[in-house]
């Protein structure tokens, strides 16, 4: 009998079926997030399976490769969601845009800002966690530009979910009831093969580009520029069939929920009373530059509440799609402070992070 191999063969085993553990924890909870109607069900449920699965002492972890080539498919998502009518709304009332988008960022650093120097969350983490962008976005820009993506993850998805829940009671007060619209989704539709191989190209050849010429992010923000631009063209179609866009959820969730230890959690827990009051005035500020909007801007209220809303793109849009309001105002308003905090973000880490003076495990 040959001692030596008998670790390797158990590591080997052990590994199979801590996969097989987080892949059935991912199904339950993912099932049980998207029947609550949780905003990014898909992500949030493999990300909490993998902090489950860490937290117990497990050892798995994603490829590198893997989850680069997921972000280049969120990224080529992004690309294709965003409205064509955005330069339209942009054009015809561009004061009221660059307000919009430039306060709520203000807003959103400024806490950030507040909460770093009372050293909350170490180095840049608690900046892009307040940053109001898409989650997905923000956890793999932080990610590249060395923020801890855990910590991250814990700021933007629980401001994600007081914010949907905020949203959705907001709607209901105006007597909406946005869970009615949600469309059975076809998870396995027909494909055009063509633009889903020219998709699977870009998502792949842009992070590998960015890799050869050290764009930090640039695995997430090639593919969606790139698929940006060809496709308003009209010289590019962007295929992602649900089931690839679950698989890349489901990458980048285990990847970030997998480095999740127990130090790293107890900490989380002692900074969630303060992270949930830097939500909870972030909503309030928030709803108060929707009202100068109301006055200023004569923007009806529930309009200007969803596009001012910091954060959960996708729940804004479920809500803003089953109601009376502005919808082609709400989007342009939501995707183009994403696409400003794509561009700004780096630069207000730079300027008003405090150097991080200690690294937790």
């Not at 845009?97 to 650093?109: D, P, Y």
């Not at 801007?297 to 799609?321: K, W």
């Amino acid at each position: 009998m040959s001692v030596p191999d008998l670790p390797q063969g158990y590591t080997h085993l052990a590994r199979t079926l801590q996969w097989l553990a987080i892949l059935a924890c991912s199904a339950a909870i993912g099932a049980l997030l998207a029947w609550l109607h949780v905003p990014a069900a898909l992500l949030l449920g493999p990300m909490l399976a993998g902090i489950v699965i860490a937290a117990a002492g497990g050892t798995a972890r994603v490829p590198n490769a893997v989850f680069l080539v997921a972000q280049g498919i969120i990224g080529c998502m992004i690309g294709k969601v965003v409205p064509l009518s955005i330069a339209g709304e942009l054009l015809s009332r561009w004061p009221v845009f660059v307000f919009g988008v430039l306060a709520v960022i203000a807003v959103s650093a400024s806490l950030g800002w507040l909460l770093t120097r009372m050293q909350v969350l170490p180095g840049t983490a608690v900046l892009w966690g307040s940053t109001p962008g898409a989650a997905a976005a923000m956890i793999v820009m932080a990610e590249a530009y060395g923020a801890d993506a855990r910590l991250v993850a814990f700021m933007q998805y629980l401001r994600v979910a007081v914010v949907a829940a905020t949203a959705s009671i907001v709607a209901r007060i105006w007597g909406l009831n946005p869970s009615r619209v949600v469309a059975d989704v076809v998870w396995f539709p027909g494909i055009a093969w063509l633009p889903f191989a020219a998709t699977l190209a870009l998502a792949t050849l842009g992070p590998l580009l960015a890799h050869k010429l050290h764009i930090r992010s640039g695995a997430f923000l090639i593919p969606l520029v790139a698929g940006l631009l060809l496709t308003h063209l009209g010289w590019f179609v962007i295929e992602l069939p649900p089931w690839l866009l679950i698989l890349s959820f489901a990458a980048v969730g285990w990847s970030v929920g997998l480095r999740f230890t127990r130090p790293l959690l107890i900490h989380a827990t002692k900074a969630f009373p303060r992270v949930l009051a830097c939500t909870v005035a972030l909503i309030v500020l928030c709803g108060v530059l929707a009202g100068v909007l109301v006055i200023v801007a004569n923007v009806d209220p529930l309009t200007a509440y969803l596009a001012t809303s910091p954060g959960g793109v996708e729940s804004v849009a479920i809500i803003a799609a089953s109601s009376k309001v502005d919808v082609p105002f709400v989007m342009a308003m939501q995707t183009t402070r994403l696409l400003a905090l794509i561009v700004l973000a780096p630069v207000l880490m730079r300027h008003i992070a405090a150097p991080p003076r200690s690294r937790y495990p």
